[in-house]
């Protein structure tokens, strides 16, 4: 760009009469347009380009990766973190912890001097402390709690893991010593106070707004620790976060954080290609080798613990016969749908756990793709002309299924092979959803990303029997064989036993087989070149505090 | 004048009246509960169904409710969104200086270039000039807005990279909102980066001014172009010619104010169609203006939203047509016979 510096000049001395002269400006704007020098502030900041509006502003009440990607790691801490190399968990706000010998009770030594934001509505006269981090758990778990009822009382990530039955009582010890004492031993515990929900809010706002009568906004501006404040946020339009410059971690790099909501996905590319976004999320795969083709533009990639399913409503009939779910497995033909929904860019699954987790089973067959076999047994299970049957295509793009209905297009015409007729159904994604708890469905096309690197949080918040009586069991399954041996991996701590369970539940999922399994996709993220410093975390949201732009 | 004045005023009511009635029966003809549609809640219990229901007067005859109506449109109690749940009223006024803003640039834009190319053409209407002005204005005026707008955003944004391809003003730059009118608030704003701001600012309208602006100027040349040869034809032109006065003095004395005054009330004319185009420039560009948002609302099923913009829209076409009508006649006592 030698061109800047001529253009700097120029602005200089257009702007001093930019009143008199809008409409000259505007005629030279279209003869050079050139890039104005930003200022301090403007330059170093970064923009994200987001595919929707965060649905609120506090990590314990969303399950959206959208809205964790924008909040979570920006706004908030947790007591402890992943390391996004390997999964171990290591010190978050807390600098150390202890379990008892019973597994049931957790002591946490907390990180002093780290301070809360201080923004146009809150100055805490205060460090983070114990008060916090129980502030924090007892609103998910206390009734009484003067917040717990705000959003409506409902904690999702939280429920689906059954906190609240399992967290007994958190008591500050002193003002850096916080225990938890559970009801029973829960090797996930940490893995969970790990992930981007278990974010730290801040007591003392909490006290302030009581004081004012205004407890609804806890949720709208938020207060947490993180590298990042709140600004602003205009529906639909942008989010907008400035630096938090006292953050305990240090080295925040942008000064201004923005994140552009450009839902289309087209529109979203464009503003990368401008250099309107440095970042842009989930671009399309379809896409990705377009924009590799660009110097002005990196595409990062990056495993990702996450699985896309079809379920089938194994309460229904006929899929409540295990010889029709086998037969609909072997019916597909997964190479057609791994080419033509992912574009090669996943990896085939053999079973809900991805490849990269530690409880991996290495011995479960490859699927087989055999209509005469799948025939056989329909004819074995009394249909042997077939049935007709509904496949749910999830209306919206996710990682794991970029392209449900495609998926389903291509289902339907494996499944006329052996005679069963498919109609392909979809619903606006809210009443999708809403349909799907209520298990209407025959069978679904959709998948589950993984909120922490624990082998756990791929069994029981989708097919345990807690799960199904939650309404989010797609499977509509309830087996107590399998709920008892994903019971007892929770029960111990000791890592060898836990994968000695967790390959016999997957054995047994093969065996029984209420979702066939499909693929574990990549995750992908365009980025301006000029940006560095970022990087995906395959264990949860996106954290931007040490982007940093570089001159291209 | 004041009789024709009281008779424009007479029928201005008329129209309100027309349209209050139909934006009145929109709330009733729109699926779904007409509670929800006229309060825009989304979750109404027993409790507070009962109390709308005596806000609104539904247990009255459709008179009361109608009169209800009127007053709570003149108090600005315009009822929710169904997708933000915020105040119908609030929301306009945050979109609609957005929307006048382009509009008005585009107008203006039209203006500086149609009446001198119109001019032109119509001076010289045998010349190559005069014959590719008019060719430019068939082209201008049948080009699809749409495609239009996308081709400028391959040409200036993706392949240059000169100019943005969305929005209003860069996202780094913060602007505290007063006016809602982006280059105002840009030169009221204390801030350090204010020329920058201005500067990027200018370079998000350039666009879809242009985008907007063609259909209008296209219009323009053409209809001052018909004028002035309409009027070149006139007695009192020759007579002019025949005193011995130069052919600018004729044009700027005799042709040009009498062929400029029909243009006045062009302009209340070509608003109505502005606007719709400005609807579509905005969706092209991400403008968040009144526009994309009716647009969304409309995908969205907002009933309230619909209502409530169909209002505000129809009210500013009908004032700003009957503005220029009256004004026109203030130019021009023939029109007032009418």
């Known amino acids: 760009m030698n061109l800047s510096n001529y253009c700097s000049t120029h602005t200089i001395y257009c702007c001093a009469y930019t009143k008199y002269a809008a409409a000259l400006l505007v005629a030279w704007l279209m003869l050079s347009g050139c890039q104005p020098q930003m200022p301090q502030t403007a330059r170093s900041g970064l923009v994200y380009c987001s595919e929707g509006s965060p649905e609120s502003f506090n990590p314990q009440l969303v399950t959206s990766g959208t809205t964790i990607d924008i909040i979570s790691q920006q706004l ?150 993180g590298p990042f404040r709140f600004r602003e946020y205009q529906k639909d339009i942008l989010v907008r976060f400035y630096r938090h410059n006292d953050y305990w971690r240090g080295n ?16 979203r590319m464009a503003k990368l290609f401008t250099h309107e976004c440095d970042i842009v999320a989930y671009p399309r795969v379809a896409e990705l080798e377009l924009i590799a083709k660009r110097e002005d533009v990196t595409v990062q990639e990056s495993t990702s613990m996450n699985v896309g399913f079809w379920a089938f409503n194994t309460q229904k009939p006929p899929f409540d016969q295990l010889e029709v779910r086998q037969a609909l497995g072997m019916a597909i033909n997964r190479a057609a749908i791994m080419q033509a929904v992912y574009y090669g860019k996943a990896t085939p699954a053999y079973g809900i756990l991805p490849p990269t987790s530690w409880a991996y089973n290495a011995g479960l067959p490859a699927p087989m793709y055999s209509p005469a076999k799948a025939r056989a047994l329909l004819t074995k299970a009394g249909y042997p002309n077939g049935f007709t049957m509904n496949i749910w295509a999830m209306p919206v793009q996710r990682l794991y299924n970029p392209n449900a209905l495609k998926m389903a297009e291509l289902m339907q015409a494996d499944l ?43 069994f029981r918040p989708l097919l345990s029997c807690a799960a199904r009586d939650s309404g989010s069991n797609r499977a509509n399954w309830c087996d107590p064989m399998f709920d008892d041996i994903i019971g007892q991996a929770l029960l111990t701590a000791d890592q060898q036993q836990r994968r000695a369970l967790y390959l016999t539940a997957q054995q047994y999922l093969h065996q029984q087989q209420p979702l066939v399994a499909i693929a574990h996709s990549q995750r992908f993220q365009a980025i301006s070149s000029s940006v560095s410093g970022v990087s995906i975390n395959p264990y949860g949201g996106i954290s931007l505090q040490h982007a940093k732009r570089v001159s291209p | 004048m004041s009789r024709y004045l009281l008779r424009r005023l007479y029928l201005m009511a008329f129209v309100f009246l027309a349209l209050s009635l139909f934006a009145f029966s929109l709330g009733y003809l729109f699926p779904g509960d007409v509670i929800q549609n006229l309060s825009g809640l989304r979750q109404i219990d027993d409790e507070q169904r009962q109390q709308l229901i005596n806000y609104y007067q539904l247990d009255q005859n459709y008179l009361q409710q109608y009169l209800a109506f009127l007053s709570r449109i003149a108090q600005g109690n315009w009822g929710l969104s169904f997708a933000s749940q915020q105040p119908l009223l609030q929301e306009i006024k945050l979109l609609l200086p957005a929307t006048l803003e382009l509009t008005a640039y585009a107008l203006l834009l039209s203006f500086i270039l149609g009446i001198p190319l119109g001019i032109v053409a119509a001076f010289k209407p045998h010349s190559l000039i005069g014959k590719s002005i008019s060719a430019l204005a068939i082209a201008g005026y049948s080009l699809p807005i749409f495609w239009w707008g996308l081709l ?61 602006a063609t259909f209008p100027t296209t219009v323009m040349i053409r209809f001052v172009r018909d004028a002035m040869l309409n009027v070149w034809e006139q007695n009192y032109i020759k007579t002019a010619q025949a005193k011995g006065l130069s052919r600018g003095q004729v044009l700027y004395r005799h042709g040009l104010r009498n062929a400029l005054l029909p243009v006045i009330r062009q302009i209340g004319l070509q608003f109505s169609t502005l606007i719709t ?41 009908i004032t700003i047509n009957m503005l220029t009508e009256i004004l026109h006649a203030l130019f021009n006592p023939l029109a007032r016979r009418g």
């Open chain 1, 252 to 267: 925040t790099q942008p000064e201004q954080l923005v994140f552009d909501i450009v839902p289309n996905n087209a529109r």
């Open chain 1, 416 to 458: 006329a092979q052996i005679g069963i007729k498919a109609n392909i159904i979809s619903y606006e994604w809210n009443s999708f959803r809403q349909k799907l708890g209520n298990y209407e469905h025959d069978s679904v096309l959709i998948g589950w990303a993984a909120d922490n690197a624990d082998p756990d949080n791929f």
């Open chain 1, 76 to 225: 908030y801490d947790r007591l402890v973190d992943i390391d996004p190399d390997n999964g171990d968990i290591v010190a978050g706000l807390a600098t150390s912890w202890h379990v008892s010998a019973d597994g049931t009770r957790y002591q946490f030594n907390l990180r002093d001097n780290v301070s809360f934001h201080s923004t146009r509505y809150f100055s805490p006269s205060r460090k983070f402390n114990a008060n916090d981090v129980q502030f924090t758990f007892n609103r998910i778990t206390d009734l009484n709690h003067p917040f717990h009822f705000e959003a409506g009382g409902i904690y999702p990530y939280f429920q689906s893991v059954d906190w609240a039955n399992l967290v007994k009582k958190v008591e500050a010890i002193d003002d850096y010593t916080v225990t938890f004492e559970l009801q029973r031993p829960d090797s996930s515990f940490l893995s969970n106070l790990a992930t981007d929900f278990a974010a730290i809010l801040s007591a003392e706002y909490g006290q302030q707004l009581l004081a004012a009568k205004q407890p609804g906004q806890i949720d709208r501006l938020p207060v947490g620790t």
């Open chain 2, 152 to 212: 400028l955003i391959m040409l200036f944004s993706l392949a240059l990279g000169w100019l943005p391809s969305a929005g209003r003003l860069g996202v780094l730059y913060e602007i505290p909102h007063s006016s809602g009118f982006m280059l105002v608030d840009i030169l009221q704003a204390d801030v350090k980066y204010r020329s920058e701001a201005f500067h990027n600012a200018l370079r998000h309208l350039l666009l879809p001014t242009i985008v907007l």
């Open chain 2, 277 to 317: 185009l400005a609807m579509l420039t905005e969706v092209i560009f991400s403008w968040p203006g009144i526009g994309r948002w009716l647009i969304d609302s409309i995908y969205q099923r907002n009933y309230p939203a619909i209502q409530a913009g169909l209002l505000v829209i129809s009210t500013m076409v």
